[in-house]
């Protein structure tokens, strides 16, 4: 941190687009001087690249006739991926007048099946984001890339004499086969350099349980619809790794079937030190100290392969109370699950945890059913070594030249490895990124990386499936890609990276049709390139090491942000503005804690505490941060989120939240214990958009036992007025599944990228005027053994049939359309807030401020990120979801065309596309053979606030929970 | 509502005599002398002090304005779910004390409270200047500033109306619609006393402004009977518009969903309501000024009492209404609404439910106590506390309500900012700014009658002297002869015995209404009630035309589940144009009947009329009278005995 904290303010030549006083802290209208900044941010960027251009001006001379090919104004989709440490996640990108404006999933690819998470739709953001990196800087003087490429050849021809000695490359996790064969190239060329693999999120523990395993570092690909009991050990499922999406949908998928039969299946059991959504998802939930799990890890393995070698029953004292009874019902399960049963490890855990994981799979015969090995996608982990020897390197001089691409480790790496102390010290490193990040400013020279879908390239998803990523716009920000940056190590003469990926795939296909390229690039899946199954039987097991970690002290947990991951997209303001989905924090970090613990150490939330590690690092260790006390925290846990608190990059980023990593040990990366907790006494602030915890005995978010139907409260509907209305052929409603959503907070990414809705700031959303138009309400309740259950509801505009908010409108800025719209006419609103008020579920959303900056210098690149046919709403102006009517208007002309109806499914909803778990069915509620009308007919449908007879157009579906008296029992 | 004024009748004129709500000395030329001179004295330090300071109060409110209407509205502390803050409570409050003014004046008026003459005529200048505070609110409020005349139909091209079945049009009618009446009657009440400035005033620029203010105001006995016709009917249909326009006001929140608004007591609780302050603000400002202007015998302990006794009597309606929203809300068993219930006894914001409660209920009851109501200071501690109280009512119900709605994920918390402070403290600097001009420029209590009160509590009994004016005789054509007397009695006597001569082409002049004057000089009744009734239809008939065709044939939309023709929607607005339009019918009917504006008169030119505003009473007989003759009319004038009579010549000049 500290260390850190001097490159800042060491930096203080001209080209810093902004003195470090007018970054942080923000105050007062912070809002606009962040906007504004972005603007002159994009100002300056665009003199510094403007070197590069001729600077006389070309007029250009528009044609009046049609381009073949080409409607003005017509959307196309493009088949890319987005990559999520080094793997792919497909998607399909809109096109609007050759603008990407939306990224949808792509149902062709295996990580996506349709589907994206929220970080994903944030990609968009990321792409137009004006604080990118846009020029080469050479010691932070404005260069260019003639000048770095010519330095960058002459470097490595020099250092090609002595075959690489003293060169070392950090690259971060890829799984592109092109950059394989450059790879090898550039390996060939420089024997003697060191490559270097930098992963902050990386699965190590996992790959040294398989090597122990299975002798090799194989891969897993889980698949939980096989499964009839999923046991999770402090693991995210649902969001770990770049196979969350496809998890949770065919989680959900699965889950859903077994339901129509009244059953919940897979049974899904979850022991975690904080919650997480797959947690809050779990049929049975255990808080669990991080130490803790492995003891249940190896109970378990224990109870259901008694036989395996190594494997002692840990004593009772180990483990209390609600844990032992947690496992007893977890073994029984598993046994009776046999094949059936899936049992996963999170990254945080130690080896033996995952180890003991694939053991019970491979016992219980599930290995080809419910997980299946292949050989890794991710090929650099096997070629390179991690950071460490780089420092040693370093230190013994022996590097002289250090070419990092793509990683932060000044930022992300563990501080004991002091990265950026040690860069410093070297007159040759080259760091290429797509911000100019804490590594850049400790690096002599940065330039530009061009982001995911600005670049041609390839990627592998989980399962190895490899598809083509294509460029949908020229470089923003005049970056260039990492095959151009490994055809450079390779000594191979600049041709576009097009050609490269092409003759990659031409060669290994051993063909030059164009039309095999051409679907492969369309589809942006490859065919037959997923990995095959590999069968492979479990080595016996080496004892087992007795150590039994301490239960003593309050431990520390470190988890990534669910958004910002490890503080690479913390310059993306809608992932920060995205509420947590457990703590609904924004724009920060937390440290998380029970009311036990926060009551010992007498805080409360938002009180700051100090924690300090035991092992005495002195002071510098130390880390202040405010206290969220929320239940279903592990007891003697406080768990925190890294990534934040980045102090380079964009003003978006820097200052936000703490950065906690002077807490981490390499020996302990996730979890630190016992640490000193001392309680400062004073208070800082939490941005909290919800505003209350539970449902104060409303009944608002429904629960039916599985095949149970919801008591019906009879809906009273008695009309004073006749309808005098005419009314649509087709009429459209919504139904959200609240036994499949799993409260991952995708559709409100999707719908701010669909709806350009703007980001207002953390001082805005403190004073309650974030403008999300779907948001997602997390309850805890009552559990049935005492702890505390997580409920999420997902909340859109009602669109009720007769609105509370049209009846008091005095300009009738909003009515009803005749298909059952509850629509906004934003020009005729006034902003008298009073469809606000008479809101009961509060989902309309009003611009306080002018929040588009409409005109303002900021839009040029951003207004080209918007969704054409959606207003820019400016202010003084109330908003609200409207079910993307664009959408449907745009199917309605295409129906037109055809003179027929829109087929169910033809108009989706941004948050019905992007949701992982396929909870939310959107169609039209007059024809009772579409899947809204079905799902409406459900004997789990309700409507929120029933009672006062607003007669809303989207409803729920009552999640679906275990009765208490059934739990315990067989499957 | 009802038990005010039966409470105030149950003294008969009898006892209001003995108990006479005016004291001391008084004579026709030293009532007006004294209330005309206070803005023809010259200003005062003390004056210019507090005008100052009310100024630098408003300069805070103007530019806290200024950067809302530049930045937005997010610069005061409202979010969601909070969308109305302290400007709504800031619109109500003042919509509220601006109830009492035309209340006491028409209400009491149409009661024949002779109580409401000293005090009705600041009482109004303070409505007008509260709902101008209002007004401000409902406007500044808008998150489009530029686009409020949405909300009035105009005829626009794309054939867009507004949305008839929102509370907030209802609201701009009737707000508008009560500003409007108020100006109308506050003027008409007004004529007289500005004729009495303009023929006291000396320096020349005020004298002709105040000149064409009064309209050539002549005091004659037809311009008498008209403005009393006219004023009685504007009183007639201001009582019912104070009555619907809180009424308005509190549909705001009633016909709303909001738990904690959606309550149908509001409106009889929101009418008392705003009586209650507004007595308390009429008492806080009228304490002072009475001790300002040594008033004490005009503005009498007899007044406040009555005055505190309203306040306890509406305070006690206020407590009623307290009471069944708290009753209705415990007895739906609802989740929400006893939830709010719980809240405002011992929860969330159970703290501004207790200054209410503390404020409003508690201390008002400490107007059951003479001693109280009849001690300036204490009355005035009480009417200070029971405007904080209302503002807080206002919050209770708009802030808190908002803040604990139906989804408690939506729930939050509402902090008013320094724009919010400074807008408040603004209103409050611009309203006594306001006042601080109009006890300077206008007559604060109406001075005719002032004097026909006097005249009847029999309080005249010091006679005064007025400085004879030498005016020089003019020179043209003879228009009248013009008999003066000092006593309205002989005036009337004399009428009769003229009118028993034969002569026909006779007027009389006086500084006050005398009855039978009219009668006497055998004139129709006036068709001003005719006017006044066409007007009212009218408006109405409009009114409904235009909301009907509009939202039914014009511009139909699907709003709320609600048919295009929603005939209950459609009755505040029809009925607040009623009311304008007789207002309108009223008003101008009288200017038409007395025929005014009338700027220069031959009578102007009689030596000494300038006391026909004062303290004379003039009969004049036409020159074109069939049986004028100089000598004979002069000598049956004297036969009167009259203190003089004199020539009017035209004035040629």
């Known amino acids: ?971 | 509502m009802s038990r005010a004024p039966a409470a105030l009748r149950s003294e008969s004129p009898a006892q209001l005599v003995r108990a006479s709500v005016i004291e001391g000395a008084h004579s026709y030329g030293s009532l007006t002398d004294r209330i005309a001179g206070i803005p023809l004295s010259t200003f005062r330090a003390r004056w210019w002090l507090a005008l100052g300071f009310a100024g630098v109060l408003t300069i805070g409110g103007v530019i806290a304005g200024a950067a809302t209407i530049y930045e937005g509205v997010g610069e005061w502390g409202i979010n969601q779910p909070t969308a109305w803050g302290f400007a709504i409570i800031n619109f109500v409050w003042w919509i509220g004390i601006g109830h009492a003014g035309t209340l006491i004046s028409a209400f009491l008026l149409l009661m024949r409270q002779p109580w409401r003459n000293s005090i009705n005529r600041f009482a109004e200048a303070m409505t007008l200047f509260a709902v101008m505070q209002a007004g401000l609110f409902p406007l500044l409020h808008l998150g489009r500033l530029w686009r409020f005349y949405w909300l009035l139909p105009y005829p626009d091209v794309m054939r867009v109306w507004p949305q008839w079945r929102s509370p907030l049009v209802w609201d701009a009618f009737a707000v508008m619609t009560y500003f409007t009446v108020s100006v109308l009657f506050w003027y008409l009440g007004l004529l007289p006393d500005l004729a009495s400035l303009r023929d006291r005033a000396r320096r020349p620029a005020v004298r002709r402004l105040v000149h064409v203010l009064a309209l050539g105001w002549r005091g004659s006995a037809a311009h008498w009977h008209r403005l009393e016709t006219g004023y009685l009917l504007l009183a007639g249909v201001a009582t019912p518009l104070v009555v619907s326009v809180h009424s308005i006001v509190s549909l705001d929140f009633a016909v709303s969903l909001v738990p904690g608004w959606n309550a149908t007591i509001f409106p009889p609780y929101f009418v008392a309501g705003a009586i209650y302050s507004g007595f308390a603000m009429v008492l806080t400002l009228a304490i002072p000024l009475r001790s300002a202007f040594g008033m004490q015998d005009l503005i009498t302990t007899r007044h406040l009492d009555l005055m505190a006794k309203v306040m306890l009597v509406s305070g006690l309606i206020v407590a009623y209404g307290y009471l069944t929203e708290m009753f209705t809300e415990w007895l739906s068993t609802e989740p929400v609404e006893s939830y709010r219930l719980h809240a405002r006894l011992a929860g969330y914001g159970a703290w501004s439910y207790w200054i209410t409660i503390v404020c409003n209920v508690v201390v008002g009851q400490a107007l059951w106590f003479r001693r109280v109501r009849t001690r300036p200071v204490a009355l005035f501690v009480v009417a200070l506390i029971v405007n904080v109280g209302m503002y807080m009512e206002r919050y209770d119900i708009i802030v808190t309500g908002l803040e604990r709605d139906y989804l408690p994920t939506s729930w939050g918390v509402y902090v008013p900012t320094l724009a919010d402070w400074a807008l408040l403290i603004g209103t409050l600097g611009l309203f006594a700014g306001l006042f601080l001009v109009f006890i300077r420029f206008v007559p604060v209590s109406p001075i005719y009658e002032l004097k026909e009160l006097a005249h009847r509590m029999r309080r005249l009994t010091e006679t005064s002297r007025a400085p004879e004016v030498q005016q020089p005789s003019a020179s043209g054509p003879l228009y009248a002869l013009v008999a003066g007397f000092e006593e309205p009695g002989p005036l009337l006597e004399g009428v009769r015995r003229m009118r028993m001569l034969g002569y026909t082409k006779i007027e009389a002049y006086s500084p006050m209404p005398v009855h039978g004057l009219h009668k006497a000089l055998g004139r129709r009744r006036s068709r001003i009630p005719a006017a006044a009734l066409a007007g009212g239809l009218l408006g109405g008939t409009c009114a409904y035309l235009l909301l009907y065709l509009t939202a039914v044939h014009d511009y139909p939309w699907h709003i709320g589940g609600k048919p295009l023709h929603s005939w209950p929607s459609f009755v505040p607005i029809t009925f607040e144009m009623t009311i304008l339009g007789t207002s309108f019918g009223a008003f101008f009917g009288v200017l038409r009947a007395c025929r005014l504006p009338r700027l220069s008169h031959p009578i102007f030119a009689t030596p000494g009329f300038e006391r026909a505003t004062r303290d004379r009473f003039f009969l004049a007989v036409q020159c074109d009278d069939p049986k004028f003759s100089l000598e004979g009319t002069t000598s049956d004038l004297s036969a009167l005995g009259p203190e003089s009579v004199v020539q009017t010549r035209e004035d040629t000049r």
């Not at chain 1, 096109?95 to 949808?104: F, S």
């Not at chain 1, 490899?466 to 151009?484: D, F, H």
């Not at chain 1, 209305?725 to 409603?733: F, R």
């Not at chain 1, 919504?734 to 700031?761: H, K």
Request: glycine share 10%; with cysteine.
């Open chain 1, 1 to 971: 941190m500290g260390s850190r904290g001097a490159a800042t303010s060491e930096k203080k030549d001209g080209w810093r687009e902004f003195a470090p006083a007018t970054l942080a802290p923000m105050s007062g209208l912070e809002r606009r001087s962040f906007l504004k900044l972005m603007g002159a941010s994009l100002a300056l960027a665009g003199l510094g690249a403007g070197g590069c251009h001729s600077s006389t001006p070309e007029h250009i001379v528009p044609t009046t006739r049609k381009q073949n090919a080409r409607v003005p104004g017509s959307t196309r989709w493009y088949a890319t991926s987005v990559l999520r440490d080094g793997m792919a996640l497909g998607v399909l990108a809109r096109c609007d007048d050759g603008r990407p404006t939306k990224l949808e999933g792509n149902p062709d690819h295996p990580a996506s099946l349709g589907a994206t998470d929220a970080i994903t739709q944030a990609e968009l953001l990321g792409l137009y984001d004006p604080h990118r990196s846009a020029i080469v800087r050479r010691q932070g003087r404005a260069s260019s890339w003639e000048v770095l490429e010519d330095f960058l050849r002459d470097r490595l021809a020099a250092l090609e004499g002595k075959k690489g000695a003293g060169l070392h490359v950090v690259l971060g996790p890829t799984t592109s086969p092109t950059l394989k064969d450059l790879f090898e190239l550039a390996a060939t060329r420089f024997p003697q350099a060191g490559w270097h693999r930098h992963a902050p999120l990386d699965d190590a523990s996992a790959r040294e349980a398989m090597r122990r395993i299975f002798g090799r570092p194989l891969s897993t690909v889980v698949q939980p619809e096989m499964a009839t009991v999923v046991v999770c050990l402090d693991c995210d499922l649902f969001t770990e790794g770049a196979s969350g999406v496809c998890c949770a949908d065919r989680f959900a998928d699965a889950r859903r079937k077994a339901l129509s039969s009244g059953s919940l299946s897979p049974w899904l059991m979850v022991a975690e030190p904080s919650p997480t959504i797959t947690g809050a998802r779990a049929d049975d939930r255990l808080a669990v100290r991080r130490t803790a799990v492995s003891l249940l890890a190896r109970e378990l393995l224990y109870r259901v392969a008694p036989g395996s070698s190594g494997v002692a029953e840990v004593t009772n004292v180990a483990l209390v109370g609600e844990e032992r009874a947690w496992l007893e019902r977890a073994a029984a399960r598993l046994l009776a699950a046999g094949s059936r049963a899936l049992v996963v490890a999170g990254r945080a855990q130690p080896s033996g945890v995952h180890e003991a994981a694939m053991r019970i799979n491979a016992a219980l015969g599930s290995l080809g059913h419910t997980t299946r090995l292949i050989e890794p996608p991710e090929w650099l982990a096997s070629r390179a070594v991690g950071l460490q020897p780089l420092a040693s390197a370093i230190d013994s001089g022996a590097a002289d030249t250090v070419v990092l691409a793509g990683v932060n480790p000044v930022f992300d790496a563990l501080p004991e490895l002091r990265i950026g102390e040690r860069l410093r010290k070297l007159e040759g490193t080259f760091h290429f990124g797509l911000y100019r990040d804490e590594t850049a400013e400790a690096c002599r020279w940065h330039a530009p990386l061009a982001h995911d879908l600005e670049s041609w390239g390839d990627a592998r998803a989980p399962d190895g499936t490899a598809g083509v990523l294509q460029p949908l716009v020229e470089p923003l920000g005049n970056g260039r890609t990492l095959i151009w940056l490994m055809a450079m190590l390779a000594g191979l003469p600049g041709v576009p990276d097009l050609d490269r990926v092409r003759e990659h795939w031409q060669r290994r296909w051993r063909t030059n049709l164009e039309s095999t390229w051409r679907q492969s690039v369309g589809t942006g899946v490859i065919a037959d390139t997923a990995a095959a199954t590999v069968q492979e039987d479990p080595r016996q097991a080496a004892e087992a090491s007795a150590e039994i970690a301490p239960r003593s002290g309050i431990e520390v947990v470190f988890d990534p942000d669910p958004f910002v991951l490890d503080g690479r997209h913390a310059h993306n303001a809608w992932l920060q503005e995205l509420p947590r989905p457990l703590t609904r924090v924004v724009w920060g970090n937390v440290a998380l804690m029970g009311p036990q613990l926060a009551q010992r150490l007498g805080v409360e939330t938002c009180g700051v505490i100090r924690i300090e590690p035991a092992d005495g690092h002195g002071d510098g260790a130390a880390v202040e941060l405010p206290a969220l006390v929320i239940p279903g925290v592990a007891e003697e846990t406080i768990a925190v989120t890294i990534g934040h608190g980045r102090c380079a990059g964009s003003p978006v980023g820097i200052g936000r939240g703490v950065d906690v990593s002077s807490l981490r040990r390499i020996s302990a990366q996730w979890l630190v214990g016992p640490v000193h907790v001392g309680v400062t006494g004073r208070s800082r602030r939490v941005v909290i958009p919800q505003g209350h915890e539970t449902m104060a005995g409303r009944a608002i978010v429904r629960e039916v036992a599985p095949g149970g139907v919801l008591a019906r409260s009879g809906t009273i509907h008695l009309p004073i007025y006749e309808g005098a209305h005419g009314a649509a052929p087709q009429q459209w409603g919504m139904s959200i599944d609240l036994a499949s959503c799993i409260g991952c907070g995708a559709c409100v990414a999707a719908c701010q990228a669909e709806n350009n809705i703007p980001v207002v700031g953390p001082d805005q959303v403190e004073r309650g005027r974030e403008m999300h138009w779907i948001r997602v309400d997390r309850y805890f309740t009552e559990s049935r053994r005492g702890a505390a259950d997580i409920r999420f509801q997902p909340v859109p505009c009602m669109q009720c049939e007769d609105a509370p908010c049209e009846l008091v409108c005095p300009t009738g800025a909003t009515q009803h359309s005749a298909d059952g719209l509850n629509d906004m006419n934003y020009a005729r609103c006034i902003g008298t807030r009073y469809c606000s008020n008479n809101c009961p579920y509060k989902v309309r959303r009003f611009n306080f401020y002018l929040f588009a900056e409409r005109g303002d210098e900021a839009a040029p690149r951003i207004q080209q990120m918007r969704t054409p046919r959606v207003t820019v709403r400016g202010r003084g102006v109330m908003e609200k979801c409207t079910y993307c009517v664009h959408r449907i208007r745009a199917a309605e002309m295409r129906a037109r065309a055809d003179n027929s109806m829109i087929s169910d499914g033809a108009v989706r909803t941004a948050c019905q596309q992007v949701c992982p778990t396929r909870a939310i069915v959107f169609g039209d509620v007059a024809d009772p053979a579409t899947l809204v009308s079905k799902a409406k007919r459900s004997g789990r449908s309700y409507s929120l606030l029933e009672e006062l007879n607003t007669r809303p157009r989207t409803t729920y579906l009552a999640d679906a929970r275990a009765e208490p008296e059934k739990e315990g029992g067989g499957v």
